[in-house]
């Protein structure tokens, strides 16, 4: 059962990404999901974004949005938690940047600085990925990678190569 709001203390930025099977409907069951998960609250939900998918040739296009979630769970929880849906969606790990039912990730984390052998956050790639960056600042448009530098200022952040708007309200 979500907890009370004045539990929530953190501020989590998750990504979602799906490209097999039914993506759209997939990413509808991980926001409900989502919304379950004990001592949180889910804030605000992106817009769906259609994209280029990145590693190995021939795989469908992505679907992909980001989540603002205010939470109490410490981040290895919270990792464990994304996981688990991600695990009962079907998500099977096999190839390195493979399609995949569901992904879910630990984007930001507050402003903490994390990197442990399961857990880096800010994420690795998200200087890097226009399809996460958009969405992440179409959420928060002020966000800073650790205090220092605005998002909005990364190139990614401005390309709309391989991304496009598929819907705002998807998740009625």
């Given at each position: 059962m979500p907890a009370s709001p004045a539990l929530f203390c953190t501020r989590a930025f998750i990504g979602l990404g799906?490209?097999?099977?039914?993506?759209?409907l997939t990413l509808k069951s991980a926001v409900h999901a989502l919304r379950k998960l004990p001592d949180s609250h889910l804030k605000a939900i992106s817009s769906l974004y259609r994209s280029t998918p990145l590693g190995p040739a021939?795989?469908?296009d992505y679907l992909n949005a980001v989540v603002w979630l205010e939470t109490a769970l410490p981040p290895h929880t919270l990792l464990a938690a994304l996981q688990a849906i991600e695990s009962a969606h079907g998500r099977l790990r096999e190839i390195h940047w493979?399609?995949?039912?569901?992904?879910?990730?630990?984007l930001l984390y507050?402003?903490?600085?994390?990197a442990t052998s399961d857990l880096t956050v800010p994420h690795p790639e998200l200087?890097?990925?226009?399809f996460v960056l958009i969405p992440l600042l179409e959420l928060q448009a002020d966000l800073r990678l650790t205090y220092a530098m605005p998002l909005s200022s990364l190139p990614a952040a401005r390309d709309h190569h391989g991304i496009e708007l598929i819907a705002?309200?998807?998740?009625?």
């Open positions: 799906a490209n097999l099977g039914q993506p759209g021939g795989q469908p493979g399609a995949r039912t569901l992904d879910l990730d630990v507050g402003n903490d600085v994390i200087k890097n990925r226009n705002s309200h998807w998740t009625d």
